[in-house]
C-alpha cells in the first residue's frame, strides 16, 4: 500500500479544514495509507506573487525539508502544486543544493484530482452528490497543470450529480492573491462576471479544485445575495 | 497607484456602456481566433507557435547581424535606413526631410511606433499635416484619443459615438450605418491620398535577406499611403526583422489569425525600396526608419528579453480579463493589456507605473494564446521582484516588506503559526470579524464580497482529533 502525504495547504488548514478530511478520506477509500506532516505550513506563493522572493525561499525551503522523505505530496490546490512545481525551479536555479532537492521532490508533488485520475488510476470514488452543480475551470490548475478533463470524469462518476457547463468556465475569477486586496474593486468586478456566468447554468453548487478561488466565488455569490455554494471537489467526492 | 489611474480604473469599471462595448468586442476577437486555430483546420497551430519563437530568439540574439543585412538590402535596393536613437531623431530626420523636399502634407497607415513616440502631435508642432488613414486611427484622430487596443485601436467606441463625432468635426449628416460612415471617411481621405507629400507605414516585418519592409492590413490605406506620394517612410522597431522571406509564412499564419481571426490580412504589402523603371507605381523616395527608443535597454536583459519577440496581434489583450475590464485608457502607455504592462515599466522606468505588473491575476490566459509563446506571466513576477527590490533600495523597508518579513518567519515555525491561527480564530469567534480588525488588506476584501465563516478548528487540530479517536 503507498503512502500518501497531504500538504493541506494554509488556506485549507486556516479557513476550509473540512476539504483537507474530505480528500484524507477519498485518498484512503481509494486504498492509500494517508499521513500529515504536521511542520508543514505555506509553499509560500503569496509572497513570491508579490515580488518578495528571499522570503519566498526560506519558506520554500521549510516546505522542502519537510516533505524531503515524502512518496507522494498530495495538494488539494492546482495553485500551490504549480508554484512547487513551476517556480521552485526558478527560485533556486543560483543554489545547485537546493535546486537538487527540489528536482528531487517535483515528481512526487500531485495535485489531488490529477493524483487520483493519474497515479491511483481511480475515477469512480464511489461518491453520490444529487445536486445540479457547475465547474470552475481554476487558471493554475488549466494552465500551468493541464487539468480540465480529469476533475469532469470523476464528477461524471459521481451518482446523481448534474454537470452544466458555464461559458466560459476557464474565465479568471479574480482571485490572484494579494491581486484581491491590491485592486479590491478590479478583482471584485472579474468575480462579478464569473458569477453571471455561474448564475445562468442554474446550478446549486459550483465545484472547483482551489479553494482560494472558491472563496473568491463564494464571497461575491453572497455579496450578491444568491442561494448558490461553492465546494470543493474533494468534499463532493467524500459524499455518499 | 496613482490617483489619476485608480481613477481612470473605477470610471471603466463603473461605466456600463463601455463594458458591454469593450466585453462584446473583445469575445467576438476570441471567438474567430479559437475557430482558426482549432485543430482541424491549423493542424500545426502549436508547430507554428514554436517556430515563431525559435525565429524571433534566433533573430534577437543576433540582432547586429540581421539589422545591417537589411540596410544593405534596402541601400541595393535604392532606399534609405534611418537610425534613430527615440522620437526626436523620428521627428529630426521627417521635418528635414519634409523641409528639403518642400512637403507639408503627410497621410499615416497605422502604426502602433509611431503612436509610441506621439509622431502625430509633435508633426503639427512643426507646422505639417498628417492625416491618419486607417478608419479606426482617424476616428481617433478626429476624437484627439489615443489607440485604445493595439490592432483594434477604436474597439470601445460603438457606431453611435462616430455618427456623433462626424457630425461634430466632419460637419456631415449624423449617420449611424457603418457602410455609410465608411464612405463618409473614404471621401474625405482620398483628397487628402491625392494630395500628400509623405506617406508614413509602419512596419510588421523587415525582412533582412530582401530588405523588404512587410506591412499587414485590411482597408488598403496602407497601399495608397505607401504608393501614392512621392516619399514612403516607413518608421519600424528595431525588434521586427526576421532573417529570411522564407520565414514570412510562419508569422503570417499567425498574425491574422491570433490579431482577428482572419486566416491573413486582407492586404499582405512587400515593400523594397522606391519604384523602379518599368513600374507602374511606387513612391521616388524609401526610407526606412529603425528606432530603438529603448529597446536595446530590454534586449540586453537576457532574462526578459522574450518581451521583444512581440508582433502586435493584440491577443493577449483579447483574452485578458484584466483589460476586458479597465480597458486600453486605463494603461499608463499606449501599449495596454499584459504586453503592455510588460513593457511598459521596461521602457519608461521600472518604478515609473510600478503598480502596473501588479494588476493582474497571472490566470495565464495570454499566454496561452500569444503566437510566439511569451511567458507574460513569468515576466509579470520578475518584474514585481524587480520592483520590490528598487523600491527597498530606494526607501528602505516598507511595511509590507517588514509583513512579508514577519509572515516568513511565521511559516517557518509551526507551532507559531497554529498559535496564531487559533487566536485569529477565538477573535472570529461567532460574531464574525471585529470592526477594528476590518481595514487595510481585510477591509478592501470585504469591499465587495464576504468573508468565509472562520471555522473553530484548524485542520491540524482536526485531524489530531481524528486520529485520536
Not at chain 2, 388 to 416: C, D, I, N, Q, Y
Request: glycine share 8%.
Amino acid at each position: 500500500m503507498s503512502r500518501v502525504s497531504l500538504f493541506v495547504t494554509c488556506i485549507v488548514d486556516q479557513l476550509f479544514p473540512k476539504v483537507g478530511i474530505a480528500m484524507a478520506e477519498v485518498l484512503e477509500r481509494a486504498g492509500f495509507e494517508v499521513d500529515f506532516p504536521e511542520e508543514q505550513t505555506c509553499c509560500g506563493q503569496p509572497a513570491f506573487n508579490t515580488g518578495y522572493r528571499a522570503e519566498t525561499r526560506d519558506v520554500a525551503r521549510h516546505f522542502l525539508r519537510v516533505f524531503r522523505d515524502a512518496e507522494y505530496i498530495v495538494i488539494p490546490s492546482g495553485s500551490c502544486t504549480g508554484m512547487i512545481e513551476q517556480h521552485y525551479p526558478e527560485l533556486f536555479k543560483k543554489d545547485p543544493v537546493w535546486l537538487e532537492q527540489v528536482n528531487r521532490i517535483r515528481p512526487r508533488i500531485w495535485e489531488f484530482t490529477k493524483f487520483l485520475t493519474e497515479v491511483a488510476g481511480v475515477e469512480d470514488v464511489g461518491a453520490r452528490f444529487e445536486r445540479v452543480v457547475t465547474f470552475h475551470d481554476s487558471c493554475h490548475a488549466l494552465r500551468q497543470l493541464g487539468i480540465k478533463d480529469g476533475p469532469r470524469r470523476l464528477l461524471a462518476n459521481v451518482r446523481g450529480l448534474t454537470l452544466r457547463e458555464m461559458t466560459p468556465a476557464e474565465e479568471c475569477c479574480g482571485f490572484g492573491g494579494t491581486f484581491a486586496v491590491k485592486f479590491p474593486d478590479l478583482s471584485t468586478a472579474m468575480a462579478k462576471a464569473k458569477v453571471d456566468a455561474i448564475a445562468a447554468t442554474g446550478a446549486e453548487y459550483v465545484v472547483g479544485v482551489d479553494a482560494s478561488c472558491l472563496m473568491q466565488i463564494q464571497g461575491a455569490l453572497s455579496r450578491a445575495r444568491l442561494p448558490i455554494r461553492t465546494i470543493h471537489i474533494a468534499e463532493v467526492l467524500a459524499q455518499r | 497607484m496613482p490617483e489619476a489611474y485608480e481613477q481612470a480604473i473605477g470610471a471603466a469599471l463603473s461605466d456600463e456602456k463601455l463594458q458591454s462595448a469593450v466585453y462584446s468586442s473583445t469575445a467576438r476577437l476570441m471567438n474567430k481566433r479559437k475557430e482558426v486555430v482549432a485543430a482541424g483546420v491549423l493542424p500545426d497551430y502549436q508547430e507554428l507557435r514554436e517556430q515563431a519563437r525559435a525565429i524571433k530568439k534566433h533573430t534577437l540574439d543576433n540582432l547586429d547581424y540581421y539589422l545591417e543585412q537589411f540596410e544593405a538590402r534596402v541601400t541595393a535596393n535604392g532606399g534609405r535606413v534611418i537610425w534613430a536613437r527615440d522620437g526626436d531623431d523620428v521627428v529630426d530626420f521627417l521635418t528635414g526631410l519634409a523641409k528639403e523636399k518642400g512637403s507639408r502634407r503627410v497621410v499615416k497607415s497605422k502604426s502602433m511606433t509611431t503612436e509610441e513616440i506621439e509622431l502625430n502631435g509633435r508633426l503639427e508642432r512643426e507646422h505639417l499635416e498628417v492625416v491618419e488613414t486607417d478608419l479606426g486611427e482617424y476616428i481617433l484622430q478626429l476624437a484627439h484619443q489615443r489607440p485604445y487596443h493595439i490592432v483594434a485601436p477604436a474597439l470601445h467606441l460603438t457606431r453611435y459615438d462616430v455618427a456623433d463625432l462626424f457630425a461634430d468635426k466632419l460637419g456631415v449628416e449624423r449617420e449611424v450605418e457603418i457602410e455609410k460612415q465608411t464612405m463618409i471617411a473614404r471621401r474625405v481621405l482620398r483628397e487628402k491620398f491625392l494630395a500628400a507629400d509623405i506617406g508614413i507605414s509602419g512596419g510588421n516585418f523587415l525582412v533582412a535577406d530582401s530588405g523588404a519592409v512587410v506591412i499587414c492590413t485590411n482597408e488598403g490605406n496602407g497601399r495608397l499611403a505607401t504608393t501614392l506620394p512621392k516619399i514612403h517612410v516607413a518608421i519600424a522597431g528595431i525588434e521586427k526583422v526576421i532573417p529570411r522571406a522564407q520565414d514570412l509564412p510562419t508569422f503570417l499564419k499567425l498574425l491574422g489569425r491570433s490579431a482577428t481571426g482572419q486566416p491573413l490580412t486582407v492586404y499582405t504589402s512587400f515593400l523594397a525600396g522606391p519604384r523602379r523603371e518599368r513600374e507602374a507605381d511606387g513612391p521616388e523616395e524609401f526610407y526606412a526608419v529603425l528606432l530603438d527608443n529603448g529597446r536595446t535597454k530590454l534586449l540586453a536583459d537576457r532574462a526578459k528579453r522574450e518581451s521583444l519577440y512581440c508582433i502586435r496581434c493584440g491577443s493577449c489583450l483579447n483574452h485578458c480579463p484584466v483589460y476586458r475590464k479597465i480597458g486600453g485608457h486605463s494603461y499608463p502607455w499606449v501599449y495596454s493589456g499584459p504586453i503592455g504592462a510588460v513593457i511598459t515599466p521596461q521602457y519608461q522606468g521600472l518604478l515609473h507605473d510600478a503598480w502596473l505588473p501588479f494588476a493582474s491575476s497571472l490566470c495565464g490566459a495570454c499566454a496561452e494564446v500569444c503566437p510566439v509563446k511569451i511567458d507574460l506571466p513569468k515576466l509579470l513576477l520578475a518584474l514585481r521582484s524587480e520592483i520590490v527590490k528598487s523600491r527597498a533600495a530606494g526607501k528602505g523597508t516598507t511595511l509590507e516588506r517588514l509583513a512579508f518579513r514577519a509572515w516568513s518567519w511565521v511559516m517557518r515555525h509551526p507551532g507559531v503559526y497554529e498559535m496564531l491561527g487559533s487566536a485569529a480564530s477565538a477573535i472570529a469567534g461567532d460574531g464574525g470579524i471585529p470592526a477594528p480588525f476590518r481595514r487595510g488588506p481585510l477591509g478592501a476584501w470585504l469591499k465587495g464580497r464576504d468573508l468565509p465563516a472562520i471555522p473553530q478548528r484548524s485542520f491540524r487540530q482536526m485531524w489530531r482529533a481524528r486520529k485520536g479517536s
